[in-house]
Nanobody, 115 residues
Framework: QVQLVESGGGLVQAGGSLRLSCVAS????????MGWYRQAPGKQRELVAR???????NYADSMKGRFTISRDNAKNTVHLQMNSLNVEDTAVYYC?????????WGQGTQVTVSS
């Protein structure tokens, strides 16, 4: 099992920034990839960004240029730096980790962007 604990969500004004963090613990060996999804009210969960063990990253198109994902392997932590936030970014952000075929999820952290 892998446990994931997110932090860093909150309320921010449009145009502001937030940094989310996710710490993995438990059976963290051979984690292939970590990343973030988000889910806004009434919408499906969508990919935000992911990073694999080699440091390769992928972003959803709407996040490119605004969000940056990074990974600290020594601390088993992944960060999501979010800049130029807008009200459409309001959602619950979930950290995930993939180990082989298993997917693990954090409890989610709320990000609210006010206009």
């Amino acid at each position: 099992q892998v446990q994931l604990v997110e932090s860093g969500g909150g309320l921010v004004q449009a145009g502001g920034s937030l940094r989310l963090s996710c710490v993995a613990s438990g059976s963290i060996f051979s984690i292939n990839a970590m990343g973030w999804y988000r889910q806004a009210p009434g919408k499906q969960r969508e990919l935000v960004a992911r990073i694999n063990s080699g440091g390769n990253t992928n972003y959803a198109d709407s996040m490119k240029g605004r969000f940056t994902i990074s990974r600290d392997n020594a601390k088993n932590t992944v960060h999501l730096q979010m800049n130029s936030l807008n009200v459409e970014d309001t959602a619950v952000y979930y950290c995930y980790a993939r180990r082989s075929t298993a997917i693990y999820w954090g409890q989610g952290t709320q990000v609210t962007v006010s206009s």
